[in-house]
Structure formats: structure tokens, C-alpha cells
């Protein structure tokens, strides 16, 4: 069984260990993923930047500043003017980020990076908007792909050149939304509803094109049948004027012709069960039907 005395030097212990363990943890400091860490010591600025992780010893008398120096972006609206004197509002955004390697002199010289954005960034490209928007002759041609790629590259580089050496690297500026003033909007629509009407019209023209098109083939086959049938029905024609012919000469430099078509008609009367056949006078040199119509043309 302990004793009260014994008690007591676990308790002094565990105060002690306690304190010792706190009077350690003053002379340890970890720096969070992605930031780096800036002493003072008595409102002078450590010019040594402490980067991520677990840092031993320091100063307990240190007081710290953390920066941030992950990427970011900021987002910025301006109305630009053009040469045309209309004012386009423009929203851009800008990636960037806090150099580690300058944090000290940030601190020192600005303050904390929200106050780096706001005293460096922000005022640099609202002066390079206004001024890159001199450039552009009307405010309609900001929707051109080649004003925006120009105005794009001239606010990365004027932001790079001036923002570096105040430890903010800037890695992209990019436009995200075009605003342009409400009359010149309505005019657009305007022509866009008037290209439109023109295409409808356009459209409509080469559809009764085609259908003219249609009934002109259409007409053109017809004719050419009816050529084509013609030609036909005048070959027939001159067939069977051609046969009468010859009939009538066949008949007339032979007489027998025609009793003998008049034999091959008793021919095929003959073969029909239902068929009769009365003779003529039978004194008759023909006394058959038919037989004596050759000598009528005698």
C-alpha cells in the first residue's frame, strides 16, 4: 500500500514531467504542408523562412507567421474601356501563389499575403486592364479569339515582370466572362435574328429550287415518253401501211391470193366442232364459202 508520502512524489513527477514536456514543446515548431513560417523576435523579422514540416530547436521567444504558399486564384471585374469610348466589363482570374523563398521580405515590407494580393496584385492588374483595353478599337472585338489570346498573354506577362520581385509568382490570366454595354448586346441579337432570317430564306429558296427543279425533270421525262411513244405508235403505223400494201399488191397481181387466204380460213373453221359449212351451188367451179371471191377480180 503506498504511503501519503510516496504519493506525493508521484504527483511532483508527474507535475514535473508535465512541465518539462511544455517547456519542450516551446523550443519545437511545425510548419503545416504547403506553408512556410516566418519568425519575429521582438517585432524583428527573422530573415531565415522555416518551410514545412518539424522544426527543432527554435526560440521560444519566437512569434510566427504563417504563409500560405499553396496555388491560388483571384478573381477580378473591371469595366475596360476601348477606343470606341464604351466601357466592357471583364472578369478575369488570375493563378498564383507566395514565392517561400521571399516570405520574410513579404512580411516585412507588406504584411501577410492577403495584404501582398490586395496592396501588389490587385491594383497592377486593374491598371493593366484599363491600359490593354486602349488597344482594342471596339468593344465588340473582345469576343474575337485573337484579342483574347493578345490580352490574355499581355496581363500574364505584366503581371510576372512586376509581381516576381514583391515574392507573388503569378502562372496564368485568364478571361472568364465578357459584359459588353446593353445596346451594343441588343444590336448584336439584332443581326444575329437578321442572318438568321436571311438563312431562313435562303433555305426556302433552294427548297422551291429544288421542287422547280424536280417538276422540270419530271416535265422533261414526260416529253421524252411521249416522244418515245409517238415514234412507237407512227413505227406501228408505217408497219401496218407498209402490210396493207403489200397485201393490196399481192392481191392484185395474183387473184388466187385471196382464195387461198379464204382456204386457210375454211382451214380453221374447219377444226371447230361447233362449225357448219353450207356449199354453194354445187354446179359452182368453187362451190365452197369464200372460194369465189378471187374471181370477182378477175
Known amino acids: 500500500m503506498a504511503t501519503p508520502n510516496s504519493q506525493q512524489k508521484l504527483v511532483i513527477l508527474a507535475v514535473g514531467a508535465i512541465l518539462v514536456l511544455f517547456a519542450g514543446m516551446q523550443f519545437v515548431k511545425t510548419i503545416p504542408p504547403g506553408h512556410v513560417g516566418v519568425a519575429t523576435l521582438f517585432g524583428s523579422v527573422q530573415q531565415q523562412g522555416y518551410p514545412q514540416g518539424l522544426h ?17 486564384t483571384h478573381l477580378e471585374t473591371a469595366n475596360v474601356p476601348t477606343q470606341d469610348q464604351l466601357q466592357t466589363r471583364l472578369q478575369v482570374s488570375v493563378q498564383f501563389r507566395i514565392d517561400g523563398s521571399m516570405a520574410a521580405d513579404i512580411l516585412e515590407n507588406t504584411g501577410d499575403p492577403a495584404t501582398a494580393v490586395r496592396v501588389h496584385l490587385i491594383p497592377k492588374l486593374r491598371s493593366l486592364l484599363r491600359e490593354q483595353g486602349k488597344s482594342v478599337k471596339r468593344a465588340e472585338d473582345f469576343f474575337t479569339e485573337t484579342t483574347q489570346a493578345v490580352l490574355q498573354t499581355a496581363l500574364t506577362a505584366g503581371l510576372q515582370e512586376y509581381l516576381a520581385p514583391k515574392g507573388i509568382i503569378v502562372s496564368a490570366v485568364l478571361i472568364r466572362d465578357i459584359t459588353l454595354p446593353p ?108 372460194m369465189h371471191l378471187g374471181d370477182l377480180l378477175k
Request: hydrophobic share 40%; no cysteine; net charge negative.
Open 56 to 72: 527543432f530547436p527554435v526560440n521560444p521567444l519566437y512569434r510566427w507567421t504563417t504563409f500560405d504558399a499553396r496555388e491560388k
Open 183 to 290: 445596346f451594343i448586346v441588343a444590336a448584336i441579337e439584332q443581326k444575329k435574328e437578321r442572318e438568321q432570317a436571311v438563312e431562313r430564306e435562303k433555305a426556302e429558296l433552294e427548297r422551291v429550287r429544288t421542287e422547280l427543279q424536280q417538276e422540270v425533270a419530271r416535265a422533261q421525262a414526260g416529253r421524252a415518253a411521249a416522244e418515245e411513244e409517238a415514234v412507237r405508235i407512227r413505227t406501228l403505223a408505217d408497219a401496218t401501211a407498209y402490210e396493207i400494201i403489200q397485201i393490196n399488191n399481192a392481191v392484185a397481181s395474183n387473184p388466187a391470193y385471196i382464195q387461198l387466204q379464204s382456204l386457210e380460213a375454211l382451214k380453221a373453221i374447219s377444226k371447230d366442232p361447233a362449225s357448219k359449212i353450207y356449199f354453194l351451188d354445187g354446179s359452182s367451179p368453187a362451190p365452197l364459202p369464200l
